[in-house]
Nanobody
């Protein structure tokens, strides 16, 4: 059983930075696919970043601005968000699954575990 607890987020002006954290329990954390998703107000959930081992993948909308990383000692996934824009305003979620992460990231479905979500608001 994996439990995921998110922290970070908040409100920032355009051009600012925030870091999200997703602390994960469970000894198999390091072998899981991990991802960040977001759901803007009134819109569908979308994949932001995917990480498996040291491999990463990003949505085009965040490439060059967001960085996903993981600390396998602290069992924590991070999302460093730079040059934030109002369009980045959303509820952000972390997700985890043991396999098929690329397919799950593309569809947004089938993730085994989810964080509780954290709000990011960017003002112009």
């Amino acid at each position: 059983q994996v439990q995921m607890m998110q922290s970070g987020g908040g409100s920032v002006q355009a051009g600012g930075s925030l870091r999200l954290s997703c602390a994960t329990s469970g000894s198999t954390y390091s072998t899981y696919f991990m991802a960040w998703y977001r759901q803007p107000p009134g819109k569908e959930r979308e994949g932001v970043a995917l990480m498996f081992d040291t491999h990463t993948k990003y949505a085009d909308s965040v490439k060059g601005r967001f960085i996903v990383s993981r600390d396998n000692v602290r069992n924590t996934l991070y999302l460093e968000m730079n040059n934030l824009q109002p369009d980045d305003t959303a509820m952000y979620y972390c997700a985890a699954a043991q396999m098929d992460g690329n397919a799950r990231f593309a569809t947004g479905t089938g993730w085994t575990y989810w964080g509780q979500g954290t709000q990011v608001t960017v003002t112009s």
